[in-house]
């Protein structure tokens, strides 16, 4: 019974995935300065490699886009190239990992640089509610380790959400969390895992956002924060040059 509910949460993994990109951008991406109705965007970039693209005419796109952004709209939806290749297969189950690269539904006008920055600092406030890491100034790098593995640890124990990274990298505002769905009550306490990684990109005169999935199914939750960290910021880096690269005369 237990080997049944855990495909089953399998196979619901990036619909899942889709429903926590609306709950933590839709507050976002529904800014008093945007607007419905404007055309998408064209959006250029260099895909980072080892990423296929699914057409917006797949099953999984348009779910993604009826379910994740209410108020903006999903632009491109990416999985690994082994993950694509099992999906075009007929093998949804085997979607564990995904990119979602969103923007505004439409903007009133478009945004200053210091505006778009503004809003990408205001990411943090998607994430009231959540537990994170301690950390103090003068923790030694042990501590910190420490620190950090103890709060995993009661996230994946209890299922509280956590957020276990928030930084500026030169391209995005990034942040990285555990987020988790609770499929039974005790006295058998079951769950499902996601690591997400969202990235808020200020380009050109908007912002995008970048956010990466990856489901746990038991697995140790560090590699799979690891990857969702690092994707979203090759993702992020990629948007930022293609917005540089637009700006050149």
């Known amino acids: 019974m237990l080997s049944r509910v855990r495909s089953l949460l399998r196979a619901s993994a990036a619909r899942l995935a889709a429903l926590v990109l609306c709950a933590l951008l839709n507050a976002f991406l529904s800014a008093p300065s945007l607007a419905d109705g404007a055309p998408a965007p064209e959006l250029r970039f260099a895909v980072p490699s080892g990423f296929a693209e699914l057409a917006p005419d797949s099953e ?8 994740a952004v209410a108020h903006g709209r999903l632009l491109r939806l990416f ?6 290749r099992l999906y075009a297969e007929g093998k949804p189950h085997a979607v564990t990992r995904q990119v979602l690269v969103c923007g505004p539904e ?3 006008a478009p945004l200053d640089r210091k505006s778009a920055e503004l809003m990408a600092r205001s990411a943090e406030g998607m994430f009231i509610g959540f537990s994170q890491v301690p950390q ?3 923790d030694s790098p042990g501590q910190k380790a420490a620190a950090r593995a103890e709060a995993l640890r009661l996230s994946l124990e209890k299922g ?9 990298t030169p ?24 690591a997400l990684a969202s990235a808020l990109v200020p380009v050109k005169d908007s912002v995008l956002t970048v956010t990466v999935s990856s ?6 939750a560090e590699s799979h924060l690891a990857w969702v960290k690092k994707t ?3 993702f992020a880096d990629a948007l930022a040059q293609s917005g540089r690269a637009r700006k050149k005369p």
Do not use: N, W
Not at 60 to 67: D, G, T
Not at 174 to 179: D, E, G, K
């Open 171 to 194: 391209s995005a505002y990034l942040h990285t969390c555990l987020i988790h769905f609770r499929m039974a009550e005790k006295p058998e306490s079951l769950f499902l895992t996601l």
């Open 160 to 168: 509280t959400p956590l957020l276990v990274d928030s930084l500026r």
């Open 106 to 108: 439409g903007e009133q």
């Open 79 to 84: 999985l690994p190239q082994d993950m694509e």
């Open 60 to 67: 999984l796109f348009r779910r993604s886009a009826a379910e």
């Open 215 to 220: 489901l746990l199914d038991g697995d140790d």
């Open 136 to 138: 103090r100034r003068d």
């Open 232 to 234: 979203a910021s090759d």
